[in-house]
């Protein structure tokens, strides 16, 4: 099946600076991918997404950069501020049925 | 406050029961989707439901069934309980087709004992 991984579990950073977490993608036909935050005892949120035809998309503070070469997603977040503290799941669809292979997830922790 | 609203928040049960979660899909979304959320995971696709038909569904047994009603709210059943069911059951609904965009509910937390 689809394997969606993240490399870095956990990523710690001081608020203010920027924060890049990274995902990789086994799928090449995959079209579309969604970056979800997910905070404790709550349900994943939309955060940005991108179609295979882009390679870069920003949105209010966040970039998502896709690397189809290397089937490689990153999440980038500026200015990274407590509220951002949370765990960030990368997630792609292969197929027609709006079916999504999400990853494992990176806990982001901000330190004031 | 996406719209998505799930039913229980939290439940246990014991293992060979059976137990039903439900669902209400945001606003004019008509599709649902089911993912089952272990600690410390990222959710899985359990199965999708569009016009009150399955369309797609995941690596899950048989005894994971669901329904969609004409409103477009869904239920999740699950027969047989396994200590492994325990998890974070999330509903989230979409349009089938368009942006692709899900909007997750808060979840259903299963307990099995």
């Not at chain 1, 993240?6 to 086994?26: F, M």
């Not at chain 1, 349900?43 to 896709?66: A, E, H, W, Y």
């Not at chain 2, 994971?64 to 059943?77: A, K, M, R, V």
Request: hydrophobic share 30%.
């Amino acid at each position: 099946g689809e394997s969606v991984g993240l490399h870095l579990p956990t990523l710690s950073v001081q608020e203010g600076d920027n924060s890049i977490i990274n995902c990789a993608y086994s799928n090449s036909a995959s079209d579309y991918f969604i970056w979800y935050k997910q905070e404790s005892g709550k349900g994943p949120q939309f955060i940005i997404d991108i179609r295979s035809n882009m390679d870069k998309r920003q949105g209010q503070r966040v970039t998502v950069l896709l690397n189809k070469t290397v089937k490689h997603l990153s999440l980038q977040i500026a200015a990274t501020q407590p509220g951002d503290s949370a765990v960030y799941f990368c997630a792609e669809r292969a197929d027609n049925f709006n079916k999504f292979y999400f990853g494992s997830g990176t806990k982001l922790n901000v330190k004031p | 406050e996406t719209g998505v609203t799930q039913s229980p928040t939290h439940l246990i049960k014991t293992r060979g029961q059976q137990v039903t979660l439900r669902c209400s899909s945001q606003s004019g979304h008509n599709t649902v989707s089911w993912y089952q959320q272990a600690l410390g995971q990222g959710p899985q696709f359990i199965f999708q439901y569009y016009r009150e038909e399955e369309n797609g569904r995941g690596n899950f047994p048989p005894r994971f069934s669901g329904l969609q009603f004409p409103n477009y709210s869904s239920e999740l059943n699950v027969n047989a309980l396994e200590l492994d069911d325990s998890a974070l059951y999330l509903c989230a609904s979409s349009f089938p087709t368009g942006t692709g965009e899900l909007f997750f509910g808060e979840g259903s937390r299963l307990t099995v004992l």
